[in-house]
């Protein structure tokens, strides 16, 4: 049997990959996104503990190796906590935590660059703070924070294939498996690759046309919250 | 009047940008010494005018002769002749990663291959004759604008150019910093150096110029000594244009 | 453990436990005696074992083209399943981590060509021993290296991470300074291993002889030598799961006295491996 | 996790592993920046087919995730007759991995240095390289510098996964002496290790910005 036909039996199988990584992203985005958000918050408004276990978080899974740190949820903390979890859940679990550190200094980042002013400004019409923030602070923040925020997708993308480590069915992880039984490298490691570039792509795209879709001519901050 | 006593002769530059004609033929003569100034409206094409002697722009069809050597179209030869044709800009467009001193070594070292001490010793020189020999390890963001400007005239001297081409050299700065500027400027005339100067400062023109030249929709419209343009223009135009700038006469 | 590092983890685990309170259906049951309990599901009345295996592991287990898991040890245990009455589902695992994943209750037991070791056997249970086999060492067949120089400390020697066959260099040819640790290369799975002793980044490989040599079939090489480690398989469960280890023990014996044990060895080429 | 354990076996393996760490960052690291310039400069100022080249090597890096693409180095080569040592197929995936990220910071630091720099080096007769080398860049390295250490961070974690092309690193080192004694805490160990190399890294970045630090203007 030549190459191609080998590979051509196997696609599927690689294919069936995809789902389970974009399942991996999406959930990682989600996590991310879910907590990253007040986290940022938290960051700007918080008392100073609040600000510190932020901080400390934030330092904790911007310091680690994606490796490590699903080695560190799968074979220490889970089984320490007495969870039995699956792998694709552990991945999606180090992907999103860690997603949400890098998110929460994405929105920060944000959320300090809308002036000051604008807070003023609500407080003078008579609005809580709460109310600031959430109608007025965070609308405009997270706008600020897509371009930032869209970057996430790739990188979240390509780090998902490290869960390749703990066994989660994902490309990588299938693709290893391919290479091992039919000991065809290049055309299968370049399929998988190209997978991955297509994904990366098509990804790009939906955000492109979800930041159009969005974005305020103006840039007016006083329209309702249109958290993703 | 033979040609070789013309340092830099520009012969009928056209330049147009998309669908507008920004320069329509223009030509002119420059000696050894002289301070040409031009004036005209904004957009008429001094600057442009200006960028085609040097080929910062290139201009899309005329010449320009350097000691009766082709600038346009000599390829790579052109960083020589940058080397001869100092260039003063609007903006300065200091080095802002070096200090004052370094902006005026930096191509004596990398463009004229000189020692680095006599490189310094150049850059202070030039330096001192501007007056911001005080100033020669500040850093571009901590200076005036005058200063600055003035440390960027330092720095195309220090290359001991032929002529020096001044692209606006005041209109970024208040008037206080633009006296400054002029002073250095017209010490640099009265020594002899060859200068062409886009600029509004009818007094400097007035009283510095060997001759003025008014342009307008990219043509030279009349050009002349001080007292042929501004005192009896030729034309309604130029007399029109520089009625507004009466109040601005005196130096 | 320094405190800080401790007060990390505490926060960690905070935000982990809230993260996963709505992620996480089924925790483990604790049972009277507060022990935690497989983490079996009972559908209907017939409970399920989740079964860990390597799933680059031919003869024993691997994954097919259709994502199902195949082998000997898989129909081993469907068989012993059905034996026994109950019903067991195949989870593939990293196989250097599948020992904690047993004992963090992500499966119910491993059956995947495990052999029983000492340093295993503190952590888990084993089953009786239903396999032995030996290591196997395989070359190039245009290598002029022979096993005498293998075992002399003269190659550099791949393995898969955490099998016998790593375990066994490290003990015998490393900790005995006949060849240094650089010596030795740690692979993820032993198809990576054949591939490198192909490309000739080492000289030999190491493994379970049935699966080295179903590894190396059609490919030019060779085994020189075994090594008698007097190794023996079993299935590893839980220390506490004496019920399901008490199963397992008896469909293991059903199944070595039935006639499909036979038909089971001829088909993935063992035959002489079985204890009996 | 007893202090035997610690002492006698997890730390001594860890200590080796971190010098694999430590030899795979200096190797990689200095080619990153290098190439990453180079890359930076040719999407910025090449002609239509280094522009291309350039474009698609930074697409295709940033793309592939780095442990196919170590796979592919390592595993994959072979098969159209280059074989790579695992350390050298790690530190070529790294550097292609390190620079695509970095000539993309420093591809906006080029960017965003003001036109005038440009024409002004011209001007004084300075050639297209000498300009860029003098003063575009200087300026250029120096916006980028934030975003460098950050991909500088992101070596320094990303090459864990040299271990899994059987190069022993830190993670590695600690993840073999897992597989044999089952010792969760191991992990943990890494961490700290890991935690501490990407904090001093980060305490020397913002020292270095600082330092470098145009007088007079706010760093960016």
């Not at chain 1, 560190?72 to 694709?88: G, Q, S």
């Amino acid at each position: 049997m030549d190459v191609f036909s080998i590979v051509a039996e196997w696609l599927p199988y690689l294919l069936s990959g995809v789902m389970v990584t974009i399942g991996l992203v999406a959930a990682a985005l989600i996590i991310g996104a879910l907590l990253g958000l007040p986290m940022a918050l938290g960051q700007v408004y918080g008392t100073r503990p609040l600000k510190m276990v932020i901080g400390t978080y934030v330092w904790f899974f911007r310091g680690l190796p994606v490796l490590l740190l699903l080695f560190l949820f799968y074979f220490t903390i889970f089984p320490f906590l007495n969870l039995d979890v699956p792998e694709f859940f552990v991945g999606a679990t180090v992907l999103g935590l860690r997603g949400a550190a890098y998110q929460s200094q994405i929105f920060r980042g944000a959320i300090q660059s809308i002036s000051e002013g604008q807070m003023t400004a609500a407080r003078s019409l008579g609005m809580s703070r709460l109310t600031a923030i959430r109608s007025v602070i965070i609308p405009q923040a997270v706008r600020v924070a897509l371009p930032g925020w869209s970057n996430e997708y790739p990188n979240i993308l390509t780090d998902s294939a490290i869960c390749y480590a703990i066994g989660v069915a994902e490309l990588m992880t299938r693709t290893s498996q391919i290479v091992a039984q039919t000991y065809i490298t290049m055309p299968i490691y370049l399929a998988c690759a190209l997978v991955f570039i297509l994904l990366n792509y098509a990804g790009m795209r939906v955000i492109y046309h979800l930041e159009k879709r969005v974005a305020i001519p103006g840039f007016s901050g006083n329209t309702s919250s249109g958290v993703l | 009047m033979a040609d070789d006593d013309y340092i830099l002769r520009v012969e009928d530059i056209h330049k147009t940008y998309g669908d507008s004609e920004v320069l329509k033929g223009v030509s002119f003569n420059v000696r050894k010494g002289d301070t040409i100034v031009f004036i005209g409206p904004s957009g008429t094409g001094k600057s442009t005018l200006l960028r085609c002697i040097n080929q910062l722009t290139v201009p899309d069809k005329g010449r320009v002769y350097l000691h009766e050597e082709e600038v346009t179209n000599c390829g790579s030869r052109i960083n020589h002749f940058r080397q001869k044709i100092g260039m003063v800009f609007q903006n300065f467009y200091l080095f802002d990663h070096l200090t004052a001193v370094k902006n005026v070594e930096i191509a004596l070292l990398k463009v004229k291959g000189m020692s680095p001490e006599e490189a310094r010793e150049k850059a202070l020189f030039e330096l001192r004759q501007v007056g911001m020999e005080e100033w020669a390890d500040h850093y571009p963001a901590e200076l005036s604008g005058g200063q600055a400007q003035r440390v960027s005239i330092a720095r195309a001297l220090a290359m001991e150019p032929d002529v020096i081409l001044f692209d606006e050299p005041t209109s970024a700065l208040d008037p206080e910093l633009t006296r400054e500027v002029l002073e250095v400027m017209k010490k640099l005339a009265l020594e002899g150096m060859t200068m062409l100067v886009v600029t509004h400062e009818m007094g400097f023109a007035r009283s510095v110029a060997t001759e003025i030249i008014f342009m307008e929709g990219g043509k030279i419209l009349e050009a002349g000594t001080p007292e042929d343009i501004i005192k009896n223009p030729g034309s309604e135009r130029t007399k029109s244009f520089i009625g507004q700038f009466s109040g601005n006469l005196g130096d | 453990m320094n405190t800080k590092i401790s007060g990390i983890l505490i926060i960690l685990l905070a935000l982990v436990a809230v993260s996963f309170a709505g992620c996480t259906g089924g925790e483990s049951v604790e049972s009277p005696s507060g022990d935690a309990l497989p983490t079996e599901q009972i559908s209907g009345d017939v409970t399920v074992y989740t079964i860990g295996i390597d799933g680059e592991y031919p003869p024993y287990s691997y994954i097919d083209t259709d994502g199902n898991a195949q082998g000997f040890d898989v129909d081993s245990a469907k068989w012993i399943a059905k034996n026994q009455g109950f019903e067991v589902e195949f989870q593939p695992l990293a196989w250097d981590g599948i020992i904690p994943a047993l004992l963090a209750g992500k499966i119910d037991m491993v059956y995947s060509g495990m052999t029983i070791t000492d340093e295993r056997s503190l952590k888990v249970n084993f089953s009786t021993p239903y396999l032995q086999v030996d290591q196997g060492v395989a070359f190039n067949n245009d290598s002029e290296m022979t096993f005498e120089d293998f075992m002399a400390g003269k190659a550099v020697v791949g393995a898969q991470r955490g099998t016998t066959g790593a375990i066994w260099t490290e003990e015998n040819l490393i900790a005995t300074g006949l060849i240094s640790a650089d010596s030795l290369k740690y692979y993820d799975n032993f198809p990576s291993v054949v591939t490198d002793l192909q490309n000739k980044r080492i000289d030999a490989a190491i493994y379970d002889v049935p699966s080295l040599r179903d590894a190396i079939a059609g490919k030019p090489m060779e085994i020189r030598g075994q090594i008698d480690t007097g190794e023996v398989y079993g299935i590893a469960i839980r220390k506490e799961d004496t019920e399901l280890l008490g199963k397992m023990n008896a469909g293991l014996d059903n199944l070595m006295d039935d006639d499909y044990w036979q038909e089971l060895l001829v088909e993935y080429k063992l035959v002489g491996a079985s204890p009996r | 996790m007893d202090a035997d354990f610690l002492i006698n076996i997890l730390l001594p393996a860890l200590w080796e592993g971190l010098l694999v760490t430590l030899k795979l960052i200096i190797l990689s690291a200095p080619f990153g920046l290098l190439f990453g310039t180079l890359l930076a400069v040719g999407r910025v100022y090449g002609g239509f087919f280094v522009n291309l080249f350039c474009r698609f090597f930074v697409g295709f890096i940033k793309g592939c995730p780095l442990i196919l693409l170590l796979f592919i180095l390592y595993f994959g080569l072979p098969s159209v007759g280059i074989y790579l040592s695992a350390l050298l197929a790690s530190v070529i995936g790294f550097i292609c991995c390190n620079s695509a990220y970095n000539s993309e910071y420093i591809r906006g630091a080029i960017l965003s240095v003001k036109e005038g720099q440009m024409i002004a080096a011209s001007a004084l007769g300075m050639t297209r390289i000498q300009a860029i080398r003098h003063v575009v860049l200087p300026q250029a390295m120096r916006r980028a510098i934030p975003g460098l250490s950050n991909e500088f961070i992101y070596l320094i974690k990303y090459s864990s996964l040299a271990y899994m092309i059987t190069l022993i690193e830190l993670t590695g080192a600690g993840k073999l002496i897992f597989s044999k004694y089952f010792e969760p805490d191991v992990f943990i160990m890494i961490g700290i290790i890991y935690l501490a190399l990407v904090t001093i890294t980060t305490v020397g970045a913002n020292a270095l910005e600082k330092k470098l630090a145009i007088p007079g203007t706010q760093g960016r």
